[in-house]
């Protein structure tokens, strides 16, 4: 099996400088044996990207001894240039044993010599057993399918066992943290994924960022590496704010509830506010012109509103044109408003897309989304299906 680069979410920096004469405790040294290259390099992990800064010549006995001068911990790479990446974690006064080859699995890789190191390497090995268990799985998911013979019961097992393995993935990791939480290289831990699955979600275990976050604030309070995770977990906090208070928003619409207020602009400029037609019963119709599930309930929402209009309906249409693909929203909107034949009078838009104030006031997740507001400006139903809209109308008009 061939494990894609451990080093996919090693977002982190710090500087360093090959030499040979440094004090004991300026420096990290690295005694190697490296089989199957004849060159590899010495990275710097960056927030963004590894840079290198030296490359060595493998000689025929594939053992080197190598020393990095550093005045602080920091994270490092080391390129064996055959497409293996090895993460290492350096502390001054290191002496790292590194047995590694450049064309065998990682699991064949032997490093020694640190507790950051035997951190790496205790968080390395839970990705081992993940890997090996997802190739077991899907070996047996091509045979049943091969012979025919692959059914629910087996997709079923298969899951069962995929799942726990995730279970148990997640809680090794939540271990290493809690014993860990005062040790740099622990934050690799939360990078860790299997596929698009982050293993540590900030939403449920924040209080493991916040618990780190104040170890190495403690221990190495002007560390580069403290003061870029404690910023990104201040964007984290803040996302999660974000979700809580639009989760919060997404609760209040349900039917019997006052449909909370909406004031936003026209194409003129023109602020429109919802309670503004209290006394009517009001379709809102949250929609985009890029939204092609929307386009296509125009035209039963353009009879609902031609049927009903001189009885006390109307409809309040919300377009959440501007996303990023759109190179001009508001000529989209306008449009489409046009080719539709949207009659009624109320159109407002923030024209920011999915940015736009009003999905985290109504927590909306998708669109079309529709909210039928009686004549009381209470919420009577909320994203009916289309097919409901006349009969739900006819008996609150």
Request: net charge positive.
């Given at each position: 099996m061939k494990i894609k680069s451990l080093l996919a979410a090693l977002a982190l920096a710090v500087s360093a400088v090959a030499c040979s004469l440094f004090s004991p405790k300026e420096q990290a040294v690295l005694n190697m044996?490296?089989?199957n290259t004849r060159k590899i390099a010495i990275l710097l992990a960056d927030t963004v990207q590894a840079i290198s800064i030296d490359s060595l010549d493998i000689p025929a006995s594939g053992r080197l001894t190598y020393k990095i001068k550093l005045s602080e911990p920091g994270f490092y790479v080391l390129d064996l240039l055959q497409g293996k990446r090895i993460p290492l974690y350096l502390e001054p006064g290191d002496y790292i044993t590194i047995k590694a080859d450049a064309t065998a699995d990682y699991e064949a890789d032997k490093i020694t010599g640190s507790e950051g190191v035997d951190i790496l390497n205790q968080i390395n090995e839970e990705n081992f057993k993940s890997f090996a268990l997802i190739d077991s799985l899907e070996q047996e998911l091509s045979k049943a399918e091969g012979e025919g013979t692959f059914n629910s019961e087996i997709r079923t097992r298969l899951d069962s066992m995929y799942e726990k393995r995730v279970k148990e993935h997640q809680n090794a990791l939540y271990a290493i943290i809690e014993k860990y939480y005062n040790k740099l290289p622990v934050i690799f831990a939360f990078y860790q994924s299997l596929g698009q699955f982050p293993l540590i979600s900030p939403m449920e275990k924040f209080e493991l960022f916040e618990k780190v976050e104040e170890g190495l604030k403690?221990?190495?309070?002007?560390?580069?590496?403290t003061i870029y995770f404690a910023n990104r977990n201040q964007k984290i906090k803040e996302a999660i704010e974000v979700e809580r208070k639009r989760r919060e928003n997404a609760a209040r619409i349900k039917e019997g509830n006052p449909m909370p207020e909406i004031a936003l602009a026209n194409d003129a400029g023109e602020v429109i506010k919802l309670s503004s037609l209290k006394g009517k019963t009001i379709l809102v119709d949250f929609w985009a012109a890029w939204c092609r599930p929307c386009r296509a309930?125009?035209?039963?929402?353009?009879?609902?509103?031609?049927?009903?209009?001189n009885k006390g309906f109307t409809v309040?249409?919300?377009?959440?044109?501007?996303?990023?693909?759109?190179?001009?929203?508001?000529?989209?909107?306008?449009?489409a408003i046009k080719d539709d034949k949207l009659e009624w009078p109320y159109h407002v838009s923030e024209l920011m897309g999915w940015n736009s104030s009003i999905v985290n006031e109504f927590g909306i997740e998708n669109i079309p989304f529709t909210i039928l507001v009686d004549k009381n400006g209470n919420i009577a139903a909320v994203n009916p299906p289309i097919e409901m809209l006349e009969s739900i109308i006819k008996s609150i008009l």
């Open positions: 044996t490296i089989a403690n221990k190495y309070p002007n560390n580069m590496h309930n125009n035209p039963k929402i353009v009879d609902l509103y031609k049927k009903f209009k309040y249409s919300v377009s959440l044109d501007g996303i990023p693909s759109q190179p001009s929203p508001r000529d989209a909107w306008q449009k």
